[in-house]
Every structure is written in C-alpha cells, then in structure tokens.
C-alpha cells in the first residue's frame, strides 16, 4: 500500500511537472519575436532551363482564408486535423493512437501530424526525420501557435501546400485543375484538391485518375461522419463529372522532391547565404536539374523496382563539371522522405577497385599485368591473416591480366595489387579525388568494406570520366534574392590530378565488365545487360551482402545507382540485378539517338592486339583476341612473369 500511495505521489509530481514544463514553454514562445510567415521561405527553385519548379510559401497567388471555398476548409480539417480548433499545436490522443496502431501492426500506417506541425514542415522546406529537425519543427509549431491564430495558420498552410504538377497554395491549385479560383470550388472539385498533398505523384487526378476518386469518395464519407455535409451533398458531390483543365506535367515527379531537399541541403552549406531561411525575405536558386533526366531516372527506376521492398539511390551528373543533373534519394518520397543520396553512407564493394587500379597504373602496372588467381591466404602484421573469396568461389588457378581481374571483378588480384602497393596508396588516391569518407588502410578495403555516400563515389569517378580533373557533385549554379542581386555562384573547377593517358587506359580496362571477349573460367560482371547497351561505357559495379552498385559513365554523363535494405538486411541473389538494369536502362533512354561519346586516345597510348585473359600478344592459335592500351613502351613482349614472384620474394604471401 505505501508502495503504491509512492507511486501515485511521483506520479502526481511528474504530470505536474510536465504540465508546468509545457506552460513555461508556450510562455518563452510568446516572448520570442513573431514570424513573419507570409514571406517566411519565399525560395523559387529553377531547372537548367530556368523553368520553375518549386515555389516556396512566397507565392503571389497568397490569398485570405475568406476567399477560400468553405468546402475546401471543411475537406481539410475533416481529412487532415478534425481537433485543429481544439488543440494547441499537438493532438496528444492522436499520437497515443497512432503509436498504438504503428506498434501492433508493425509498421508506420498511421500519422499524427497536426495542420500547424505539417504548417511548420513547409516553413522549413526540408523533411529530415531526425531527433533535432523534430524538436525544430515542435518548437516552430508553439510558436506559430502562440503568436497565430487558428485561422492564420490555416490560412498559411493552404497556402503553402503542395498540390502536384508543381502547384504549391490552393489558388495556384484550384486555377491549374479547374481554372477557377479557390473560392469558387464546388464540393466535389474541393475533396478531389484535399486528396492530392498526402501523395502528389499518386493522388493527383491527371496522373491516376481511379486512385485520385477513390481517395476522393474517402474524403467525402469522412466528411458526411464528420457531419460536415448531409447525405445529399455526398451523393450529388459522388456524381459530379469533374472537367480538368490542367494538363500532365513532368514537374508531378515523385523523386523531384528528393533533389529539392538537396537542394535545401547544400544551401544550408552556403557560407554566403544566410543560415535562416526565415529571415531571408526570399531567394531565387537555379539549380542544375534536367527534367528530362528526372523522369528518365524515375521511370526506369519504377519499371525495375515495382515489385520489390528495395530501396535505391542515384545520381545522375555531367562529369566535366559536377553539375548533378538528376538524382533519386528513395523509391517513393511519399512513404520515406529520407533521402538516402545525399544523407545514407553504404559498404561500396568492388566500385572501390577502379581507384587501385589507377593507382596500380601510376606504379608501373598495364593492361597485361598478371596476378595468379587462386585461393590466397595474405599475411600480415603480427602474422595476422586474411583470406578474401572470390564471388561464387571462382578462381582460374592460373595467371590473369588486369583487365580479366577487372572484368570478373577478382578479388584476390584486387588485394594482392593492393598488398603490392601498399595499403596506404588506395587511400592517398580516393582523398586525392574527393572521397573524404573514413578509410581504414586494412586489406579488404580495395572490396569495398568502407561506407560512403554516392555523391562522393559519383565525383569520385567524374575524375575519370572527365579525363582528369578533380570535380565536386553540385546542385546549385546560382543563388539570387527576388531582387535579383547575385549572392552566389558556383566556379568551374577545372584541376588537373590524374593523368589523361592512364585514364584513357582504366576507361578502356572499364569496358571489360561486358565484353564477351572475356568469357572463359568465369563471365564479366555485366554481360546479363550486354545486349541492351548500344553505346561504349565503363563501367564497375560492387557487391555486398547488403548493398548492390552499379557506376558507368562516357564523356558526357556519369550515372550511379545503388540498392539495398534501410536496415542492412543481406540482399538475396537474385537482387544484385536491380541496380545493374536501372543503370543500362537509364543511360540508354538518356542517351537515346545520339553517337558514342567516348575518348580520344592520346599520342603516348598505343593499342596492342592480346589475349585478353593471359595479356600477352595475340597468336594465331588464340580464340579470343583484344585490342588493349598501354603507355608507349609498356607493351607486353610474352617473356612477363606474373608479378606473384615478386610478392613471394618479399614474403607477403604464404
């Protein structure tokens, strides 16, 4: 009993504390300065042809709460917050309820978010679900409460809101769907508008037409339980015809969203521009998007992963300059607004081989040079040991060039070539490209085993792919104030770090992953998608247990993909084939109509017909012959011993 009168008393003093706790809070709100919300965030956002595509709370079509239809006021509230002029910014028993049903069955299907939390979402422009951007958006919710009232802040979330087909505030909305104004929406156009924010890309009416009603008839039962409308209203707004005078835009892209956020990202990192975006009283941002790109990316990563629980990263850029031209951060922005192309570091597998092997080509190897390949146990300090596996327990058992090690993505060579160098010398070159991610100088890192993210491994391989020059993935070209005065610009980086000849050389080594003329013990990583490639890459994929990379590119464009589990789940064989599919698919529709892009070989590289399994020069007996690339003076002659010998006599490998 006394136990229990104790608990009872700290539970009193606790629920007090917390009550007093929250009552302070709301108070040191209202002390704090108002927001200014109509121009808070009044950001425009603009592709590569400076075409619009975002517009931020700063719209001109900002219209009062009084010349907004009542049937649009009363779809939202029913649909999206029906306490919203009872609470004060949270909706407690709506959270208990949610984490009650998000419990039992498992996953998120429910929500909690108050109109005045997703009002502070917009204010924000940014949808990060960590710890700090909650308690940000907590503490913008108290305060649009206590300096707002309800009618203000639904009035701004209205406003702001995105409707698709970069429509964002409901009078931009109502004009675009039915060239009306949003005072004049009759009930059935207001619930068809009402749907449309939980998911533009799926509710909008011009894109699903049979999902965007049936979320429609949704809103309008709710409404009629929610006795906002009779039972005749609900029937006469069912059978209403509606006549759209919109027409589809690509702008309704799912994944755009993503970019946005990345966008907001790299702005924040803008030393030049201010860091509150609440006081900023507006910025124009060109950004280097291409729509097109966009929407090949997204379409070709729909078509492969329609199925599957997967989720996926890419990265589309021009590798000359860094300009990222399209870029996927999840499978559906919907459903995970965490944006896994600028936010998520994953194990790179083989992908981390073309920096060895280009450091491999700076200390005397060539397209020839050959390592046994066979189970290998390596010896090091402390007579520790390691011993790596080839996939699928592949091996040769005899010697194999570099471009074969390449082609079947060997890892024994890898290490080996590794071991040779010096474990230090594949982190020196991936800091000399702009990989700044932890990089332990252990064996196994030339197979992959750091974490990095795809942006870095994407101007990572832009140095190859540019033929040299050290370039940085980027998003913005420019920042303006609506003024139109220049607060930033993005300068060409133009520095030359690797060698023109020996990136022509890896270029061509880079070929091998789906070059039939590789077939022997083994097959090239990439030969399943051979067939569909009409253009020259190169192009290295990486494998994992739990992750799957595919990276290629030419002259022109760089494209990067990975898939994986947001929980690190081991993958199952038969999804290693996602990420190589997005790829091919998606360099091929970009690519479409238009001649190879690849390079001009330099006056030092010469060509030699060869074997390309053993490397040496081709004779007449051979079946398979290749022409490969070595500096003037490195040809092979036949009499090279595998470098194995070499190891041996330093005793490195036992």
């Known amino acids: 009993m006394k136990l229990l009168k104790r608990l009872v008393k700290i539970g009193i003093i606790g629920c007090l504390l917390v009550i007093l706790g929250i009552v302070g809070l709301y108070g040191y709100a209202k002390m704090t300065p108002k927001l200014s919300i109509k121009s808070a965030n009044a950001i425009a956002m603009y592709d590569n042809e400076n075409n619009l595509f975002f517009q931020g709370s700063g719209s001109k079509e900002w219209i009062p709460l009084s010349k907004i239809s009542p049937n649009l006021i009363n779809a939202t509230i029913s649909t999206e917050d029906k306490k919203f002029y009872q609470h004060h910014g949270f909706d407690f028993l709506r959270i208990i309820k949610a984490l009650y049903v998000n419990i039992v069955s498992g996953s998120k299907k429910q929500g909690a978010s108050t109109i005045s939390q997703q009002y502070a979402k917009n204010l924000f422009l940014d949808f990060d679900k960590t710890w700090s951007r909650k308690l940000e958006e907590m503490w913008l919710t108290i305060q649009l409460e206590v300096h707002y009232s309800k009618d203000d802040i639904l009035e ?122 609440l006081d900023t009283g507006g910025l124009k941002i060109f950004t280097n998007l291409d729509m097109n790109a966009q ?38 922005y919907s459903t995970s607004q965490f944006n896994r192309a600028v936010q998520s570091k994953r194990q790179v597998g083989s992908t981390m081989k073309p920096f060895l092997y280009y450091a491999a080509l700076e200390n005397g190897f060539t397209s020839s040079t050959t ?37 079947y993505s060997d890892n024994i060579y890898a290490v080996k070539t590794h071991m040779f160098l010096g474990e230090d010398t594949l982190v020196d070159f991936a800091r000399r490209v702009g990989i700044t991610a932890d990089l332990q100088a252990v064996p196994s890192l030339p197979l992959g085993t750091a974490e990095i993210n795809i942006m870095e491994m994407a101007s990572g391989y832009a140095a190859f792919a540019n033929e040299g020059h050290l370039v940085k993935a980027h998003l913005i070209s420019r920042v303006e104030d609506l003024a139109g005065n220049v607060l930033y610009e993005r300068k060409l980086e133009n520095e030359q770090i690797l060698s023109r000849s020996l990136t022509f050389i890896l270029n061509e080594l880079l070929t091998s992953t789906y070059d039939s003329a590789f077939i022997d013990y083994n097959y090239p990583t990439a030969i399943n998608i051979a067939a569909k490639l009409t253009h020259k890459y190169a192009l290295k994929s990486g494998t994992t247990d739990t992750d799957h990379w595919s990276i290629g590119y030419n002259k022109d464009i760089l494209t990067a993909v990975w898939i994986g589990y947001d929980d690190s789940r081991d993958l199952e064989v038969s999804d290693y084939k996602y990420s190589r599919n997005i790829w091919a698919d998606t360099m091929e529709a970009y690519l479409k109509d238009q001649p190879d892009a690849w390079y001009e070989q330099p006056s030092d590289v010469v060509g030699v017909l060869v074997n390309p399994i053993t490397g040496k020069p081709a004779v007449e007996s051979d079946t398979k012959k290749k022409i490969m690339y070595y500096l003037r003076g490195t040809e092979p002659n036949g009499t090279e011993t595998a470098f194995d010998e070499i190891l041996d006599e330093e005793n490195k490998i036992q």
């Open 156 to 277: 701004g979330y209205l406003n702001t809101i995105n409707y698709g087909h970069g429509m964002y505030g409901i009078e931009n909305a109502s004009k675009f769907y039915f060239n009306k104004s949003a005072s004049d929406l009759t009930l059935a156009e207001a619930a068809m508008l009402t749907g449309i924010p939980k998911s533009p890309a799926n509710y909008s009416p011009l894109v699903n037409y049979e999902l965007a009603k049936s979320r429609q008839e949704m809103i309008l039962r709710q409404m009629y339980r929610n006795q906002y409308i009779t039972e005749e209203e609900l029937n006469q707004a069912l059978n209403e015809e509606l006549v759209f005078v919109g027409e589809k835009s690509e702008i309704n892209l799912n994944t755009v969203m993503y970019y946005q956020d990345a966008v907001i990202r790299e702005l924040k990192s803008i030393k030049s521009i201010p860091e509150s975006f």
């Open 295 to 332: 929407t090949i990316l997204e379409q070709k990563m729909k078509d492969n992963l329609q199925d599957s629980e997967l989720e996926v990263a890419s990265v589309m850029m021009d590798p000359k300059t860094g300009k990222v031209i399209a870029l996927i951060g999840g499978k559906d």
């Open 371 to 407: 390592f046994m390949s066979q189970e290998t146990t390596f010896t090091f300090a402390n007579n520790q040991t390691y011993s790596p596996q080839n996939y699928g327990g592949t091996y040769g058992d005899k010697p194999i060039s570099l471009a074969t090690a390449i082609a």
